[in-house]
C-alpha cells in the first residue's frame, strides 16, 4: 500500500499568515491527490482534488501544487476560520487509498 | 447536490457485529464509487474500503481483511458496512464518502457519520 506522510504533524500559525503543509507519498502517484479540512466534531470536507484543482466554493486563498511524491496544500493568507486538521489522500490506479496521518494546524 | 445519509449511533458487545448504512438523496451513487473512512476518537481517517455498485466490485484495506463487508442495494441507492468481531479498537466514527463517477475515488459528498462504541 502506498504510504503518506505528511509535515509537520502539528504548528501554530497566526492569522494573515502564508501557511505550507506537505505531503509525501511513498511511490509515484502522478495528480491523484485530495486535500481535506476537518474542524473538531464536524464531517471532512474536501478543499482540492487532482493537486491543485479547487473545489467549487472554497476559498481561492487555498490552492495545492506538485505531482509524482511530493505535493503541498497553501493557504495564503490565514483566517481565524482556518484552523482545523488537514488531511491528504491518495487516489492513485488501485485501492486502498490511503490517507495522510493529518496536520492541525492552531492559532498562535 | 448529492446528500448521504447514515444510520444512527450504535452501541455493541466486544465479539459481535456492527452494520451501517448509507443512503443517497439528491442523485445515485449507483455509477459513482462509495468509500467507507474511519475515525477513532482523536485520530486520523482511515480508508476502510470501496464498493463500485455498478461494477459489483469491491475493495477493502488489509487492515480489516476478513472482518468487514460493504455491500449496496442499487435499487434503494443504498450502501451498507458491516464489520464483525468487534473490538474496543473499533470504536470510531464511520463515515461513507462519495464523488461522481468512479474512476476517481476521492471524497467529495460525505455523511454525517455513525458513532460505534464497543463496550462490554
Known amino acids: 500500500a502506498i504510504r503518506m506522510t505528511q509535515s509537520p504533524p502539528s504548528f501554530s500559525a497566526s492569522t494573515g499568515d502564508r501557511v505550507t503543509i506537505t505531503c509525501r507519498a511513498s511511490?509515484?502517484?502522478?495528480?491523484?491527490l485530495a486535500w481535506y479540512q476537518q474542524k473538531p466534531g464536524k464531517v471532512p470536507k474536501l478543499l482540492i482534488y487532482?493537486?491543485?484543482t479547487l473545489e467549487s466554493g472554497v476559498p481561492s486563498r487555498f490552492s495545492g501544487s506538485g505531482s509524482g511524491t511530493d505535493f503541498t496544500l497553501t493557504i495564503s493568507s490565514l483566517k481565524s476560520e482556518d484552523f482545523a486538521t488537514y488531511y491528504c489522500?491518495?487516489?492513485?490506479?488501485?485501492?486502498?487509498?490511503?490517507f495522510g496521518q493529518g496536520t492541525k494546524l492552531e492559532i498562535k | 447536490q448529492m446528500q448521504l445519509l447514515q444510520s444512527g449511533a450504535e452501541v455493541k458487545k466486544p465479539g459481535s457485529s456492527v452494520k451501517v448504512s448509507c443512503q443517497a438523496s439528491?442523485?445515485?451513487?449507483?455509477?459513482?464509487?462509495v468509500t467507507w473512512v474511519r475515525q477513532a476518537p482523536g485520530q486520523g481517517l482511515e480508508w476502510m474500503g470501496r464498493?463500485?455498485?455498478?461494477?459489483?466490485?469491491?475493495n477493502y484495506a488489509q487492515n480489516f481483511q476478513g472482518r468487514v463487508t460493504i455491500t449496496a442495494n442499487r435499487s434503494t441507492g443504498t450502501a451498507y458496512m458491516e464489520l464483525t468481531s468487534l473490538r474496543s479498537e473499533d470504536t470510531a466514527m464511520y463515515y461513507c464518502?462519495?464523488?461522481?463517477?468512479?474512476?476517481?475515488?476521492?471524497?467529495?459528498?460525505w455523511g454525517q457519520g455513525t458513532l460505534v462504541t464497543v463496550s462490554s
Open positions: 464518502a462519495t464523488v461522481e463517477g468512479y474512476s476517481s475515488s476521492y471524497c467529495r459528498y
Open positions: 439528491g442523485g445515485t451513487f449507483n455509477n459513482n464509487a
Open positions: 464498493i463500485i455498485p455498478l461494477l459489483d466490485i469491491t
Open positions: 511511490q509515484g502517484i502522478s495528480t491523484y
Open positions: 487532482a493537486a491543485s
Open positions: 489522500q491518495q487516489y492513485y490506479s488501485y485501492p486502498p487509498f490511503t
